[in-house]
Structure formats: structure tokens, C-alpha cells
């Protein structure tokens, strides 16, 4: 039997937590040894990470398990991305090395795509905590009542992304029809350079297929002081630049325009000021630069929503 799912984990000075991570997936896929592939891509990391792969892959002999290791960091995109693009059967499930996945995942995961091998996209439904204060801020991110294959998965991404642009974004809720992300990734290849490229990567498969969304939640996302939150150059581009760039970009491959332009409308109505204003203080070229090309793009929705039949360009 040909194996139908990768599940692909990419990492970087994260030894112990890659660990953790391999050891629950070697229980997790006890009977489905079969059917999957496993690929660790290691963006060049400094400490033990490669000493923690090279135990796995010997303790999981009996699973197809690949080890990649960049010859140098090339930023966690690009890192995600080799993942995509070394997959190589018909399903690609990422997982984070620090995200907290339900045992029952791989046998649901495995259970919908041999019943639904048409779909472009499976979202595994997941909870939200706030590390911090350990308080759970969403017991369900996407509000499903009715669990069903959606064969019009444009609509769906649209609703979900609508509602909660975060929950889109997660790695680990995503499984993906392989050859239709690889597509993704060689229609837009700037997006490898965008931290928030995961929501145009399911923007384009849900735009190509069918979508299913668990009503029963498979993962734990947490919220804490993330990597961009430390780097405040970082936050400043995904607030302004990465995020407003797709959704501008989503009307390229099918979503309506003036669904795109309320989403770049809503998403300045609704911005964090305080990010422009402090970034403003400590950088002011930087963020000036950064500040016009985004206004650019609310000016050009806001012309899309006064005259919808006139063309307007997107300058981002």
C-alpha cells in the first residue's frame, strides 16, 4: 500500500519539544504505520535537534521517516515550505513542534480522507489558551453545528476567515491535498516571504475543492509571547504589510473584490494603533515606509466599495 499522508514537522532549537512531539506521534500512529510518511525539516538548528531526529527515526524504523536539515536558516517559511513541496503522497498534515494534538487526530484525520478522497482541505477544529493567565479564550475557534463536506470551499474560507483570521492561520489545523498547495506556494512564490502565508495557502485550496471542518476540536492552540511579539520590527510588518497583502492578493484566485476590500477595511477599522505609534517612535522611516503602501490599499478598498464597477489598483 502507497502511503496517503505526510505528516511533516518543521523546527528550529526546539530539541526537547520535538521530542515531546515525536514521541506522541509515535503512539498516535500505531496502526497507520502504513499509510504515512514522516518528515522533520530542521532549519539549521544549533543545539541537540538533530540527535532527537536520528533516535525517532530508529525507534520508528517500520515508517517511511525523512530527515531534512538546512544548510543554513532560511526562515521559518521557507522552512514550512520545503515541507510542502518534499511531500509527496496525496495529503500533507504540518504539525508544530510545541502544539498539543489529541491522540484521536490521526485515526479522524485517516477516517476522512479514505471516506472524502475529493477534498482540497480537512480543518481539524481547535481550542485557543492564553498561556499566561492559563485561561481558555475559545473553547471552539470555527462554530460548527453540522459536520459535513462542503463541496463549495470558497465559502467556507470565507466565513472562517471572516470571523477568525487566526484560525486560519494555525499550521497544525490544517491538512492539505499536496499537489494542490504545491500549487499554492508556485502561484504566488512572494508568499514565502510573508509570516501570515498560510492563509492564502488555504485560501487556494479551499478555493479548488472541498472543505471539512471538525465540529469536535483535535488541537490546542496557545497564546503567549510569541516570537513576533518579541520582535516588535517583525509584528510591525504582519500588522501592516503580510496580512492586508493577502487579503488584497485573494481576489487573484477567485475570492469576490468586494469581499477583499471589506476584509482590508475591517482589518484597519479594527487595528492595533499602538503597534504604528510605538513602532513610529523607535523607527519612523521604517514605519512611515511601511505605513503608506498599507493606506494605499484601504484608500483603493475604500474606492472599490464607493464605485464597485470601476477598477481599482492595489498598490501594496
Keep these: 500500500m502507497s502511503e496517503l499522508l505526510t505528516i511533516a514537522i518543521p523546527t528550529y532549537n526546539r530539541a526537547a519539544l520535538l521530542d515531546k512531539q515525536l514521541a506522541w506521534l509515535a503512539k498516535a500512529i500505531k496502526g497507520f504505520e502504513s499509510e504515512c510518511k514522516i518528515l522533520v525539516s530542521d532549519n539549521c538548528s544549533t543545539d541537540n535537534t538533530q540527535e532527537i531526529i536520528q533516535k525517532w527515526q530508529n ?5 517511511s521517516f ?6 543554513e536558516n532560511i526562515g521559518v517559511m521557507r522552512n514550512v515550505a520545503y515541507c510542502i513541496e518534499a511531500a509527496d503522497t496525496n495529503f500533507l498534515w504540518m504539525i508544530g513542534d510545541d502544539d498539543k494534538v489529541e ?13 472524502h478522497p475529493e477534498l482540497s482541505l480537512l480543518t481539524l477544529n481547535f481550542s485557543c489558551r492564553y498561556e499566561p493567565t492559563n485561561e481558555i479564550l475559545y473553547e471552539r475557534v470555527f462554530n460548527i453545528e453540522n459536520e459535513e463536506v462542503n463541496p463549495d470551499g470558497k ?3 470565507q466565513r472562517c476567515l471572516k470571523e477568525n483570521h487566526s484560525g486560519i492561520g494555525f499550521l497544525t489545523a490544517q491538512v492539505y491535498r499536496t499537489e494542490i498547495v504545491q500549487k499554492a506556494i508556485r502561484n504566488w512564490e512572494p508568499c514565502l516571504n510573508n509570516l501570515e502565508g498560510q492563509v492564502y495557502w488555504v485560501g487556494y485550496c479551499a478555493a479548488r475543492g472541498s472543505v471539512k471542518i471538525s465540529k469536535e476540536t483535535y488541537v490546542e492552540s496557545v497564546f503567549g509571547l510569541s516570537y513576533w511579539m518579541r520582535e516588535p520590527k517583525i ?5 501592516y504589510i503580510d496580512l492586508p497583502s493577502i487579503y488584497a492578493k485573494l481576489e487573484e484566485i477567485g475570492y469576490p473584490k468586494k469581499y477583499c ?5 475591517n482589518h484597519f477599522r479594527t487595528n492595533n494603533w499602538k ?6 517612535r523607535r523607527w519612523p522611516l521604517l514605519t512611515i515606509n511601511t505605513i503608506i503602501p498599507y493606506l494605499n ?9 464607493i464605485f464597485p464597477r470601476q477598477t481599482t489598483e492595489n498598490t501594496l
Design 297 to 305: 490599499l484601504v484608500r483603493a478598498s475604500v474606492l472599490q466599495i
Design 103 to 115: 491522540d484521536k487526530a490521526v485515526p479522524y484525520v485517516f477516517q476522512n480522507l479514505h471516506e
Design 66 to 71: 525523512a530527515n531534512n536539515k538546512n544548510s
Design 275 to 280: 503597534v504604528f505609534f510605538g513602532s513610529l
Design 235 to 239: 509584528l510591525l510588518r504582519m500588522q
Design 261 to 265: 476590500s471589506d476584509l482590508i477595511l
Design 155 to 157: 465559502a467556507v474560507f
Design 59 to 63: 525507534i520508528l524504523h517500520e515508517v
